[in-house]
C-alpha cells in the first residue's frame, strides 16, 4: 500500500491547471508537506514523442494512437517516476491524468469504458479537480497563442467539457469553478486538499 498522496487536476486547455498545480504543490511546501508537481504528456521518451510528434500535428493522429500512445506514457510515468515518489511519502500534484484521456478521446469518439480498460494500470487518485472554465473563455485565451494544438479547435473544447462534466456527475471528478481570480481558485484548491489530508489522518 503506498505511503503517499496523488492529486490531480484535469481541465480544458488554457483553463489554468498548471498555474494551480504549482501553487498548490507551493501552498503544501510552505505548510510541511513534501509535495511535487509533474504533468501529462510527460518528461519520458514517449512524452516528448506526444509533445513533439502528436499534440502540434496539422491533423490529428487517429484517435485509437493517440489514446494507447497517452496510455503507455502513462505507465512508463507512473513507474519511473510517480510511484517512487509515492513510495517515499511524498504528495504528487499530477497537472492532468488518465480523465484527460478520457475527456479528450472519448471527444474524438471513443468509448469510455475502453479507455479506462487500456489506462486500468493507473492508480486511482486521491484527490481529482477539475476546473470549469466556459469555452468561450477558452477560446478566447488560445487564440492568443502562437501556437497551437490540434486539441484546441470550438468543437473539440466543447466536446471534451461535456464529458468532463459527465464525470463530474459520476463522482470522478470534484468541480471547481476556474473562472474567477488566480488567487479565489487557489485559495478553494487549497482548502479541499487540506482537508482532504486532515481526514486522511485521521
Same mark, same amino acid.
Given at each position: 500500500?503506498r !505511503?503517499?498522496?496523488?492529486?490531480?487536476?484535469?481541465?480544458?486547455?488554457?483553463?489554468?491547471?498548471?498555474?494551480?498545480?504549482?501553487?498548490?504543490?507551493?501552498?503544501?511546501? /510552505?505548510?510541511?508537506?513534501?509535495?511535487?508537481?509533474?504533468?501529462?504528456?510527460?518528461?519520458?521518451?514517449?512524452?516528448r514523442?506526444i509533445?513533439?510528434?502528436?499534440?502540434?500535428?496539422?491533423?490529428?493522429?487517429?484517435?485509437?494512437?493517440?489514446?494507447?500512445l497517452? $496510455?503507455?506514457?502513462?505507465?512508463d510515468?507512473?513507474?519511473?517516476?510517480? !510511484?517512487?515518489?509515492?513510495?517515499e511519502?511524498k504528495i504528487?500534484?499530477?497537472?492532468?491524468?488518465?480523465?484527460? =484521456?478520457?475527456?479528450?478521446?472519448?471527444?474524438?469518439?471513443?468509448?469510455?469504458?475502453?479507455?479506462?480498460e487500456? /489506462?486500468?494500470?493507473?492508480? !486511482?487518485?486521491?484527490?481529482?479537480?477539475?476546473?470549469?472554465?466556459?469555452?468561450?473563455?477558452?477560446?478566447?485565451?488560445?487564440?492568443k497563442?502562437?501556437?497551437?494544438?490540434?486539441?484546441?479547435?470550438? &468543437?473539440?473544447?466543447?466536446?471534451?467539457?461535456?464529458?468532463?462534466?459527465?464525470?463530474?456527475?459520476?463522482?470522478?471528478?470534484?468541480?471547481i469553478?476556474? /473562472?474567477?481570480?488566480i488567487?479565489?481558485? =487557489?485559495?478553494d484548491?487549497?482548502r479541499? $486538499?487540506?482537508?482532504?489530508?486532515?481526514? !486522511?489522518? &485521521?
Open positions: 500500500m !505511503k503517499g498522496w496523488l492529486i490531480c487536476v484535469e481541465g480544458l486547455d488554457k483553463s489554468g491547471k498548471t498555474t494551480q498545480s504549482r501553487l498548490l504543490v507551493e501552498a503544501l511546501v /510552505n505548510m510541511g508537506f513534501e509535495a511535487v508537481y509533474t504533468s501529462e504528456p510527460s518528461s519520458g521518451e514517449i512524452g514523442f509533445k513533439r510528434y502528436v499534440l502540434h500535428r496539422r491533423r490529428r493522429l487517429p484517435a485509437t494512437v493517440e489514446a494507447l497517452f $496510455a503507455a506514457d502513462r505507465v510515468h507512473i513507474e519511473r517516476e510517480v !510511484k517512487p515518489m509515492l513510495d511519502g504528487v500534484v499530477l497537472d492532468r491524468y488518465l480523465y484527460s =484521456s478520457l475527456a479528450y478521446q472519448g471527444a474524438a469518439g471513443l468509448d469510455l469504458k475502453w479507455i479506462m487500456i /489506462n486500468k494500470m493507473a492508480p !486511482k487518485p486521491d484527490l481529482a479537480i477539475y476546473l470549469d472554465v466556459p469555452v468561450e473563455v477558452i477560446m478566447m485565451r488560445i487564440q497563442r502562437q501556437r497551437r494544438s490540434v486539441m484546441e479547435s470550438l &468543437e473539440t473544447q466543447l466536446k471534451v467539457r461535456e464529458i468532463y462534466l459527465k464525470l463530474v456527475k459520476e463522482g470522478y471528478l470534484l468541480l469553478d476556474g /473562472n474567477r481570480s488567487e479565489e481558485v =487557489s485559495q484548491i487549497r479541499i $486538499a487540506v482537508e482532504a489530508l486532515r481526514l !486522511k489522518r &485521521e
